[in-house]
């Protein structure tokens, strides 16, 4: 009889996890396409490291300066900026983090300690959380230089704040993944995002200055969330209170301790085994050829699209499949939503301050609401093939070239972005501050040439660098490289447009711009065209890179 | 039909220093049942990607209907369907959805497209999961869905990768309903399956590819007398009797039978 092991303890579980990852990491970069990413992976991070280096300076002085000033309520801003960050850089923008497949790790004898163990350590790897820690970190730092005396209080208090953030997020992430997992519930989020992006722009006109009284000056609700307690525990430690420092500090475990229950519970379920499908069991009913011939009109209406003379028939069906990946895919939807969510609370910003009339700048906040646009709907197009996963297969067997795979998806993504530039025109006239009318033709003008130039060079990078992204899961890792060209590219863009807009409108007179920037246009278009042409061969040429990567 | 559907010359492709696939030369007649062998890693699956357009030879030429696939890629793909071994599903589209798109792809209308899915979505037992996302489809539904894709458009060539792996034996009665109604159509079909049992049943031609080289290719009986032949005078025994596909197998692959193995090997597992 064999002899029986004793599954490894937590500790060492989790280092031969370590060496799993590393070993991973260390035989991938056998391929030289592989030191390619991690040179570039290196450069975006110190590029990352740079822009953390900023605030975390800042806040070094701003924790010695305020101690030193005793200014000390002013750590209730400092800590909610770092949480915010912590909590919405990621759904506001680009999300440069890995991911990590637990599931596949639950095929060992895996202690729960150690699942937890790992699923937290892995998320404090991005560079989000790790600017949060770093932040963090800084803050101690200079409270500290300012009263060496309070570094043991300093660093409990901001290491369970740190924990608090790690424990949130996670939670957050892990519930809403289970919330959504079911397609019912996607669909009807869906319509009720849709529903209340349209109805938002006229109850906000009515309600707003009650809305935005409550949520900018509502004191109470940032003392009692977490970040307020952290800041009040600080406070109480400086002013000597220890009475105080320890109420808060236990309220804010107490808050660690909620939300690490919380995630806990969900990853208990999912340690279990948990399957977040939805396949309901089988119909017991003989199959109703009327009801599927009814489903199967409804999967392809009859659109314009497919009418002969504006595009074929496999383009239109590309197009059909990708509206229906977009409803399914609650990320996708919340980076829909994202951008008129916040054009509404800059809005309510400026008005809660009494400016009244937008003034001269703020006519331009439109066009700067329609570049963040850009910047949120346009993540996934360097990446277009991600979600399609091994269907991808498909377009190299069928009787159809790249170019109209990719039309499709371009036609879709442009479609997107015009939809919400369009919402957000509603918004801002609803608000009462539509841009002045060449400000408005020199946006739209200026979508068009950002929306060909990004989306030749995005179909390039799609072939050049894909991805195999998980249908609905947030921060998947994408292409370093693709994300610095793509960064850049877009960056480049905005730059040209820039200078068309200062050169042209400080000449001539800002009338102009939106003539000028057609003219970009159409030689942006005469580009995306012959960019279309090229992706058939070059799909063909990279055949094995992206079936290898997609097809697993 | 007699003509050859597939025509492979010196079929050859390398991954660095492995050579998956080794100057193979083969054709097949059209309307032939055709079961492509071989064991783990032989390069059955690199053959049949190769010859789909999925996967570029290194070398060699492959003809099908009589078009260069490599310069006619776009009217080839039109006549032949394929089922790799990882199927090209959409997860997030249902059953009904999938189908669509897929005929939409191969060119056809709209209502044509709307028709075969109805139709194909009731042979394959699959009318009652239109509403299921594929990403929820058990594994045999989602064989079921894939055979069922590849023949939407009517293809003249069907090419499978182990059809039959991981399916019950009641979806492996629907495809192979499918396969032999496509089959009594004319349609050649060019298969890779470790099942033998099935092989041996429905298809008349066989190839066995070991370790990337093609080692034996003709009908069942001639590949049968070619065993006897080599094993000799001491087994006319066995060649009275009639050698099962597997025992085919097991003679040209040459490989050591498991059961023959050193009792002392891999003491530990006992």
Same mark, same amino acid.
């Given at each position: 009889?064999?002899?029986?092991?004793?599954?490894?303890?937590?500790?060492?579980?989790?280092?031969?996890?370590?060496?799993?990852?590393?070993?991973?990491?260390?035989?991938?970069?056998?391929?030289?396409?592989? #030191?390619?990413?991690?040179?570039?992976?290196?450069?975006?991070?110190?590029?990352?490291?740079?822009?953390?280096?900023?605030?975390?300076?800042?806040?070094?002085?701003?924790?010695?300066?305020?101690?030193?000033?005793?200014?000390?309520?002013?750590?209730?801003?400092?800590?909610?900026?770092?949480?915010?960050?912590?909590?919405?850089?990621?759904?506001?923008?680009?999300?440069?983090?890995?991911?990590?497949?637990? &599931?596949?790790?639950?095929?060992?004898?895996?202690?729960?300690?150690?699942?937890?163990?790992?699923?937290?350590?892995?998320?404090?790897?991005?560079?989000?959380e790790l600017a949060g820690v770093f932040w963090h970190a800084c803050l101690g730092v200079g409270i500290v230089s300012a009263r060496p005396d309070l570094i043991g209080w300093t660093?409990?208090?901001?290491?369970?704040?740190?924990?608090?953030?790690?424990?949130?997020?996670?939670?957050?992430?892990?519930?809403?993944?289970?919330?959504?997992?079911?397609?019912?519930?996607?669909?009807?989020?869906?319509?009720?995002?849709?529903?209340?992006?349209?109805?938002?722009?006229?109850?906000?006109?009515?309600? &707003?200055?009650?809305?935005s009284r409550f949520f900018l000056r509502g004191s109470l609700i940032w003392n009692v969330l977490p970040p307020g307690r952290a800041a009040a525990a600080l406070v109480s430690v400086v002013d000597g209170r220890l009475g105080g420092a320890l109420a808060a500090t236990a309220i804010l475990v107490l808050y660690a301790a909620v939300f690490g229950g919380l995630f806990a519970y969900r990853l208990r379920a999912q340690y279990?085994?948990?399957?977040?499908?939805?396949?309901?069991?089988p119909a017991a009913r003989k199959p109703n050829a009327r009801l599927i011939a009814a489903q199967a009109k409804t999967a392809a209406p009859a659109t314009a699209m497919e009418r002969p003379g504006l595009v074929t028939g496999p383009v239109a069906a590309v197009f059909v499949k990708e509206v229906r990946y977009f409803y399914r895919n609650t990320i996708l939807l919340m980076n829909f939503a994202m951008p008129v969510i916040m054009t509404v609370l800059i809005y309510l910003i400026r008005i809660s301050r009494g400016t009244g009339r937008?003034?001269?700048?703020?006519?331009?906040?439109?066009?700067?609401?329609?570049?963040?646009?850009?910047?949120?709907?346009?993540?996934?197009?360097?990446?277009?093939?991600?979600?399609?996963?091994?269907?991808?297969?498909?377009?190299?067997?069928?009787?159809?070239?790249?170019?109209?795979?990719?039309?499709?998806?371009?036609?879709? &993504?442009?479609?997107?972005?015009?939809?919400?530039?369009?919402?957000?025109?509603?918004?801002?006239?609803?608000?009462?501050?539509?841009?002045?009318?060449?400000?408005?033709?020199?946006?739209?003008?200026?979508?068009?040439?950002?929306?060909?130039i990004y989306f030749a060079i995005a179909n390039w990078l799609s072939f050049k660098y894909p991805r195999r992204f998980e249908f609905g899961v947030r921060r998947q890792r994408v292409s370093q490289i693709s994300m610095l060209i793509s960064g850049g590219a877009f960056f480049a863009i905005l730059l040209v447009i820039a200078v068309v807009v200062a050169i042209v409108g400080w000449l001539v007179g800002i009338w102009l711009v939106p003539v000028a920037l057609a003219a970009l246009g159409t030689v942006a278009f005469l580009v995306y065209r012959k960019a279309l042409e090229a992706t058939s061969r070059q799909a063909i040429e990279e055949r094995e890179a992206i079936l290898k990567e997609m097809v697993r | 039909m007699s003509q050859l559907a597939i025509i492979i010359e010196n079929l050859t492709r390398r991954f660095g220093r492995l050579v998956a696939v080794d100057q193979v030369n083969l054709s097949v007649e059209g309307g032939q049942f055709f079961g492509f062998l071989g064991p783990n890693g032989a390069g059955k699956s690199t053959t049949i990607k190769m010859l789909t357009g999925l996967l570029a030879p290194s070398a060699g030429r492959i003809e099908l209907l009589g078009r260069d696939l490599e310069r006619d890629s776009i009217e080839v793909k039109a006549q032949i369907g394929v089922v790799p071994e990882v199927m090209p599903l959409f997860d997030?589209?249902?059953?009904?959805?999938?189908?669509?798109?897929?005929?939409?792809?191969?060119?056809?209308?709209?209502?044509?497209?709307?028709?075969?899915?109805?139709?194909?979505?009731?042979?394959?037992?699959?009318?009652?999961?239109? #509403?299921?996302?594929?990403?929820?489809?058990?594994?045999?539904?989602? #064989? #079921?869905?894939?055979?069922?894709?590849?023949?939407?458009?009517?293809?003249?060539?069907l090419f499978l990768d182990e059809p039959f792996e991981g399916v019950d034996a009641i979806a492996s009665g629907t495809l192979k309903a499918m396969l032999q109604r496509m089959a009594q159509g004319g349609v050649t079909i060019f298969l890779t399956s470790h099942v033998l049992e099935i092989v041996e049943r429905l298809f008349s031609h066989v190839a066995i590819i070991n370790r990337g080289r093609l080692v034996a290719h003709g009908s069942l009986d001639e590949l049968r007398a070619g065993v006897i032949a080599s094993a000799g005078a001491d087994q006319t025994a066995t060649s009275n009797e009639k050698l099962t596909l597997e025992q085919i197998f097991l003679a040209i692959v040459g490989e050591r039978n498991a059961a023959r193995r050193s009792e002392e090997e891999l003491a530990w597992l006992r």
């Open positions: 009889m064999a002899t029986m092991i004793r599954a490894p303890r937590t500790r060492e579980q989790i280092r031969l996890i370590m060496e799993l990852r590393w070993l991973m990491f260390r035989n991938g970069l056998r391929e030289s396409s592989a #030191k390619l990413h991690a040179v570039a992976a290196i450069l975006l991070n110190l590029l990352w490291a740079a822009l953390a280096m900023g605030p975390g300076i800042g806040l070094v002085i701003g924790g010695y300066l305020l101690v030193r000033h005793n200014q000390t309520q002013w750590f209730l801003l400092l800590l909610w900026g770092i949480s915010l960050f912590w909590q919405l850089f990621p759904i506001l923008a680009w999300q440069p983090a890995t991911n990590l497949d637990t &599931h596949s790790l639950l095929r060992f004898p895996l202690r729960f300690s150690a699942f937890f163990l790992l699923s937290l350590a892995h998320n404090l790897t991005g560079p989000v660093a409990l208090v901001l290491g369970i704040s740190v924990v608090m953030n790690l424990l949130f997020s996670r939670m957050t992430y892990s519930w809403l993944h289970r919330i959504f997992a079911r397609r019912q519930v996607r669909e009807i989020l869906f319509v009720i995002v849709m529903l209340c992006l349209v109805t938002l722009q006229f109850t906000m006109q009515r309600w &707003h200055q009650e809305i279990l085994g948990e399957d977040l499908g939805e396949s309901p069991a937008i003034f001269s700048l703020g006519q331009w906040l439109y066009p700067a609401a329609v570049g963040y646009v850009h910047l949120v709907l346009m993540q996934i197009c360097p990446n277009s093939l991600a979600f399609d996963q091994a269907g991808v297969q498909l377009f190299f067997a069928v009787p159809v070239k790249f170019r109209d795979v990719m039309l499709g998806k371009n036609l879709f &993504h442009a479609l997107t972005i015009g939809v919400e530039v369009l919402l957000l025109w509603g918004i801002v006239t609803v608000f009462g501050y539509p841009p002045p009318v060449p400000i408005l033709l020199a946006t739209w003008t200026g979508v068009v040439f950002c929306l060909l | 997030q589209l249902t059953g009904s959805e999938y189908l669509n798109f897929v005929g939409r792809m191969y060119g056809l209308g709209r209502r044509t497209a709307y028709q075969r899915t109805v139709e194909l979505l009731e042979f394959m037992n699959l009318a009652d999961r239109t #509403k299921t996302l594929v990403g929820e489809y058990s594994h045999g539904m989602k #064989k #079921k869905l894939a055979l069922a894709a590849a023949v939407i458009h009517t293809p003249k060539i």
